[in-house]
């Protein structure tokens, strides 16, 4: 999860805020409240529910990476009914390694999540943590700065535990000797091709040939049936009109928003933290203050607070309420780039340094857009719901759209002809081909109801013309039903003849001598491996899926991704000798075998773990 975290946040867009409520990565408690708008509990790990949001998160976290992984991959194939049961067991699988790695006593502390967080590149801007991203990121994607904490704990003490399960797996001289044997084995074959465009273009499909399977199969070549619809979109983009938006409009849009809102002042502050009772550490540091030493310096040198140690001890603004009470009274009084007495907390001894002073305020230019989009929607609201009414009113029992968008200023438009697989433009979509090819609209003739499209438009659309199914003609589906039979005849005549060659090389003939015979390409090959570089890696990879011959040879065929047929005598098998083979490739196998081990050993951890839970779903 925190990697999907991380992956998610790198392409995140900062918004345009009015007030910035400033989060801070050591408080320790939520600073903002967001409410899951899906409730309802989908699965039970022990006393902790997995919720619908807790689901629906998974699977987008789960879309992303797929996509990032596979940007050519059309997301639409990423339905969420298909990726629902992985994302709801994973996060069944996850909690029950979180109760058990809470129950071993696992926990991490404050100052290794937050520096986790700090090194997150989503929530940085020029190599720098961000503020304002880390509030955006955590809101986009449904977290309180507590739960994304705890969520941070849960990844990093399950990943403790699956490090400590993987450290106790170990791998035997004996299992890389096995492995080896299979890995590294060697085998000699001979093999033949019959390509399959030498027998292609033997073949010639005759005029009585295709009239007879046109004869015969008649219904596999109707039209489909197909209709032209004439039809009226509205859409908020076609009433957009900024020009309607003055500029006193905005400016009194933002004058009103900035006179009812309040902007907090906010200190950004460092620290140099001890964390256990020392004075005289204490005196030192302020010696070393007193001498003009950089308080950056002493921060690297003496802070025990790693999370803010690597950046100069900065805790980020506040607005006076983040902080234990004495110390935002110190922050309160210092000036910039003053530095507090010694402050004493539950968390240890601060020496504390005011860096920055803000005040959150709006800036018309940096609002004017915002705003303006706001009171165009606006506008365009008001209009765009007395237009539809409008258009549901003047569509209603109409003889004609064409009357109906003159009326109402907007225009109608036609399709092509389209079946009820759908078409181009509008009739790509299914609700739109579904109501065209419905009664009342296909045999009643009836302009539809107003339809709600996915995107924010409406259409109302009436038959323009119908074309029945119609028996295509010989000519038209000639080119097809030729290569429709040279395919059939090509793949008769394909293994007509390797099962052939096959029974003359099981009797006893050698590959090389049937391939003379046949006047076709052989090969002999010796003391091959499994990854090759100078043999075809396709039949290679065939001929070892084979089984190992006894006595006699193992003789069988394939065909290739080309549609070629590949005849194949298998004559020897040598297993992998584990004394004769690179360190490297030793190495390899060792890693191999390691990785096998370490997954039994966690796979055998989690059934274990998941047997003494109490799991419904």
Same mark, same amino acid.
């Given at each position: 999860m925190l990697d999907s975290f991380r992956s998610n946040m790198k392409g995140v867009a900062l918004a345009i805020t009015i007030l910035i409520a400033v989060v801070f990565i050591l408080s320790g408690t939520g600073t903002m409240f967001l409410t899951n708008s899906i409730d309802g509990a989908v699965a039970e790990v022990g006393e902790v529910e997995i919720s619908e949001f807790d689901v629906l998160r998974s699977i987008s976290n789960q879309k992303q990476q797929i996509l990032e992984q596979n940007p050519e991959i059309d997301s639409s194939l990423l339905d969420d009914d298909f990726l629902r049961p992985s994302a709801l067991e994973r996060l069944i699988r996850r909690e029950v390694l979180v109760q058990t790695a809470t129950k071993k006593g696992l926990r991490m502390s404050d100052s290794s999540i937050n520096g986790e967080i700090l090194a997150i590149d989503g929530f940085q801007t020029d190599g720098k943590f961000d503020q304002d991203r880390y509030k955006f990121a955590l809101q986009n994607q449904g977290y309180t700065h507590a739960s994304f904490k705890q969520m941070l704990n849960n990844d990093l003490i399950v990943q403790q535990l699956i490090s400590g399960i993987s450290d106790t797996a170990f791998v035997t001289e004996f299992e890389d000797r096995a492995l080896s044997r299979v890995s590294e084995q060697k085998r000699d074959y001979y093999y033949l091709t019959i390509p399959s465009d030498q027998t292609r273009s033997s073949i010639t499909i005759s005029e009585d040939d295709i009239e007879t399977f046109y004869g015969n199969n008649l219904s596999n070549f109707v039209t489909e049936p197909m209709v032209k619809i004439d039809y009226i979109e509205l859409s908020p983009e076609l009433l957009a009109d900024k020009d309607s938006v003055t500029d006193d409009m905005?400016?009194?849009?933002? @004058?009103?928003?900035?006179?009812?809102?309040?902007?907090? @002042?906010?200190?950004?502050?460092?620290?140099?933290?001890?964390?256990?009772?020392?004075?005289?550490?204490?005196?030192?540091?302020?010696?070393?203050?007193?001498?003009?030493?950089?308080?950056?310096?002493?921060?690297?040198?003496? !802070?025990?607070?790693?999370?803010?140690?690597? =950046?100069?001890?900065?805790?980020?603004?506040?607005?006076?309420?983040?902080?234990?009470?004495?110390? @935002?009274?110190?922050?309160?009084?210092?000036? =910039?780039?003053?530095?507090?007495?010694? =402050?004493?907390?539950?968390?240890?001894?601060?020496?504390?340094?005011?860096?920055?002073?803000?005040?959150?305020?709006?800036?018309?230019?940096?609002?004017?857009?915002?705003?303006?989009?706001?009171? !165009?929607?606006?506008?365009? !609201?008001?209009?765009?719901?007395?237009?539809?009414?409008?258009?549901?009113?003047?569509?209603?029992?109409?003889? !004609?759209?064409?009357?109906?968008?003159?009326?109402?200023?907007?225009?109608?438009?036609?399709?092509?002809?389209?079946?009820r697989s759908g078409g181009n433009g509008i009739a790509s979509n299914g609700q739109v081909v579904d109501i065209a090819f419905s009664d009342d609209v296909l045999n009643n003739g009836y302009a539809s109801e107003v339809i709600e499209l996915e995107t924010d438009s409406y259409v109302v659309l009436k038959l323009n013309e119908f074309a029945d199914a119609q028996q295509k003609g010989v000519a038209d589906v000639k080119d097809d039903i030729s290569v429709q039979l040279t395919d059939s005849r090509l793949e008769e005549l394909m293994i007509e003849r390797s099962n052939r060659l096959l029974e003359l090389v099981k009797a006893g003939e050698t590959i090389e001598a049937v391939a003379k015979q046949e006047d076709l390409d052989w090969q002999v090959v010796l003391s091959a491996g499994r990854r090759v570089t100078d043999q075809n890696p396709e039949i290679n990879s065939e001929v070892f899926r084979m089984k190992n011959p006894d006595s006699t040879p193992v003789i069988d065929f394939f065909v290739t991704q080309s549609g070629d047929y590949v005849l194949v005598s298998l004559t020897s098998v040598v297993a992998g000798d584990y004394k004769l083979i690179d360190d490297s490739i030793k190495s390899g196998i060792a890693s191999a075998n390691l990785s096998i081990n370490q997954n039994l050993e966690l796979l055998s951890f989690e059934d274990a773990s998941r047997s003494k839970l109490a799991i419904a779903q």
């Open positions: 905005i400016r009194q849009r933002f @004058e009103m928003e900035r006179d009812s809102l309040e902007f907090a @002042e906010s200190r950004r502050v460092s620290h140099i933290l001890i964390t256990e009772s020392n004075p005289a550490l204490i005196k030192e540091i302020q010696e070393k203050l007193e001498l003009s030493i950089p308080f950056e310096d002493l921060v690297t040198e003496y !802070s025990e607070d790693f999370g803010s140690a690597s =950046i100069g001890g900065d805790l980020g603004f506040t607005s006076g309420d983040t902080f234990p009470e004495n110390f @935002e009274d110190a922050v309160k009084v210092l000036e =910039i780039d003053q530095i507090s007495d010694p =402050i004493l907390t539950e968390a240890g001894t601060h020496l504390i340094k005011l860096t920055d002073i803000q005040r959150n305020d709006l800036v018309f230019e940096d609002e004017r857009d915002r705003i303006l989009q706001e009171l !165009s929607g606006e506008l365009i !609201s008001d209009v765009f719901i007395e237009k539809l009414e409008i258009l549901k009113e003047l569509s209603f029992n109409a003889q !004609s759209l064409n009357e109906v968008a003159e009326d109402m200023e907007l225009e109608m438009k036609t399709t092509d002809f389209f079946a």
